[in-house]
């Protein structure tokens, strides 16, 4: 029979947070969470690219949370500016690693807004191993708080990205390369925008193509 994700209820600062998870029934296996879109844009846990981000997941082994932030779904509390998003993530990430105590790498991979939220994670977490930032908006947030940047990850952006300039993009990844002891895989996907409308397969095969690299030894 096959395994089935899982409606869960996580306690949180601003009530319950609600999401799917699905366990890995294999020992040692990886973790991640996967973050969505901005709130206030019709962003939620539902979200196609975040979906696919955690079916990839799935697929190659890991056990997988997605959520909905604060007042998004049938999450409790309303939208914080950030702040009360990044508790979220924080409260999300403290639950799987609870599930998964064995857990051999920690990933955190957001698309959009989640893609700062998971930034500003990483900086807080030093087990996170690995992270996928999917279409971050350097023209938009500040992520100069990269400084330095803890853990190697891959960044994935439109090349038609209607939202990001290219130079902001160019200006993240010439601050991350400069930094040393990690590596930051930045990945363009051709004739893209913010989307990825009519791009999502391109866009799978990428984060597979990373994610399997990096866990090959597991």
């Known amino acids: ?6 409606e869960i209820f996580i306690p949180s600062s601003s009530g319950r947070i609600e999401g799917r998870y699905f366990k890995n029934q294999k020992e040692g296996s990886p973790i991640a969470i996967i973050l969505h879109p901005h709130p206030q844009y019709g962003g939620t846990m539902n979200n196609r690219i975040v979906q696919e981000t955690y079916n990839i997941f799935i697929k190659n082994g890991f056990s997988v949370l997605k959520f909905n932030f604060r007042g998004v779904g049938k999450s409790d509390g309303t939208f914080d500016n950030g702040q009360g998003e990044l508790s979220d993530a924080a409260t999300a990430l403290d639950w799987i690693e609870r599930e998964n105590q064995d857990y051999s790498q920690c990933w955190v991979s957001g698309f959009s807004f989640g893609s700062l939220i998971c930034m500003q994670l990483i900086m807080r977490r030093p087990e ?6 999917i279409a971050p908006q350097p023209n938009v947030y500040d992520f100069t708080f990269l400084a330095p940047c803890p853990t190697s990850g891959q960044i994935i952006f439109g090349e038609k990205d209607e ?3 290219k130079s902001s993009i160019q200006d993240l990844n010439n601050r991350l390369k400069s930094q040393k002891g990690i590596e930051v895989d930045f990945s363009e996907i051709k004739n893209s925008n913010h989307f990825f409308k009519d791009r ?4 799978k095969k990428v984060i597979d193509k990373y994610i399997q690299k990096k866990t090959e030894l597991i």
């Open 1 to 6: 029979m096959k395994q089935k994700s899982l």
């Open 163 to 165: 939202l990001v300039s």
């Open 128 to 133: 996170v191993t690995k992270f996928i930032a």
């Open 200 to 203: 999502e397969e391109d866009l």
